[in-house]
Structures are given as structure tokens and as C-alpha cells.
């Protein structure tokens, strides 16, 4: 591929997708019909706790993300596992329809899973609409002003004089001259090409 980061320019929100469990931080959100109650798919890394918890239970909530986010709830859902720590430990939820939502958001969309389409890293997952609410209508947090605005957000600082591979998702740091082709980010999992060289 020559460029792939043209696929940013899809424009795409930065949600937490929750379910009884779990959650964690997606971007890959589509609404892909219209009406009353409207179809929403999300994919979902095959690897993530959440994507397990999905298969076990029939709805998900995804809260919107604003450009005003308390970034805890980003690092907390999009950059831990659910198998390692208690994500509704230190952030507050209320349950709507049986799934957590996050308070700190602009709103959110409760869906019953209706599809799932299986491919080789991810699942797709459909589901209608059946609850929603706004709470604010202020701007929301797109994946491009996420990616922009990424390094002052997360704080992502790099050691002087070392080669470091900084994760374009989430801003983990390797150090190291080339990174191994299987290479996986153990923060939120992406492959090696979604990496970028950062001399000092
Ligand atoms: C900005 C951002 C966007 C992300 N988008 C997705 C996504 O669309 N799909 C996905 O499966 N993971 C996505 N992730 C990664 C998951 O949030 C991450 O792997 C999480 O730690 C999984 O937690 P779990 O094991 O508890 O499910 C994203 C992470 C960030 C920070």
C-alpha cells in the first residue's frame, strides 16, 4: 500500500463501547441505516476481552466521546485490558437498558446485537438502536482531532538520543532500531504498521 493513512480521512468518532463486563475505546463505528431505530455496526479486535464479552451478551452501549474528555477514561478503556484492572473502578457509570454507560460523555447509544460478520482480526458487530440520549451538545472528539492532538493529550514523551516507534493509536513507545514484523502494541494491540519512527 503507498499511503494508508488516507483511511483517516474517513471522518470517525472516538466512543467507549461498553457491554455487562467490559468495554473498550473504538473509532471503528458506522451507522448504516437510517429510520427509527437505525443499524450501528463497530468492529472489535478479536483479541480484546471486550469482543469475548460481546459474544456472551446481546447489547452494547457506545458513550461519545467530546474534545473535552477527562483522557482517563481514554487511557482507562482504550489502553488496559479488562483482564488486568477493573475498568468502572475510577470511572462512573450509570446502566441503561442492563449495559454501563460513561457519565463524563456527550451521550450515548444503546444497541441489541442483531449481526456479527467474523473475519481473520475482528468482528463486526450489528446492532439496532433501541436507547439513546444526549446530554451535551458541545463538539465531539473525531479520530482525526484524536490523532492530532494525541501527543499533548496522552502525554507522549520520547527518551533524547534513543530510536523510538511511537503507536499512532495510542501513543505507547518502543525503543529499539526496527520493530519485529509480528510486533503487536501490548497497549491496544495494533500491528507493526501502525507505528511511527521518531528520531531524537
Ligand atoms: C483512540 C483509540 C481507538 C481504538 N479503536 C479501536 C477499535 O475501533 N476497535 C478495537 O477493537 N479496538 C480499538 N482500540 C483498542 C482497544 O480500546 C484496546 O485494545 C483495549 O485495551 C481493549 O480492552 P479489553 O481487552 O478490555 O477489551 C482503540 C484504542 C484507542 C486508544
Redesign the pocket.
Known sequence: MKNKKITRKISQG?YVLTTAG????????SQISAGDNPLIS????KK????ELLHKNDKFALSVMGIEVNVEI?KT???????DIN?FENIQTIEVEGVPVIEDSLGYMVCEIIDKIENET?TLFIGKLIEADLYEDSDVMT?AY?QEHKDELLKVTTEEGKTAWVCT??GYVYYGEELPDDFKCP????GKDLFELKNN
Open positions: 472516538v467490559g468495554g473498550c475505546v473504538v473509532d471503528a463505528v463497530v468492529a472489535v479486535m480484546n476481552y471486550t469482543n481514554i478503556f482504550g489502553m488496559n485490558s479488562m483482564r475498568k475482528h479520530y484524536y493509536v495510542c497497549l491496544c494491540g495494533v
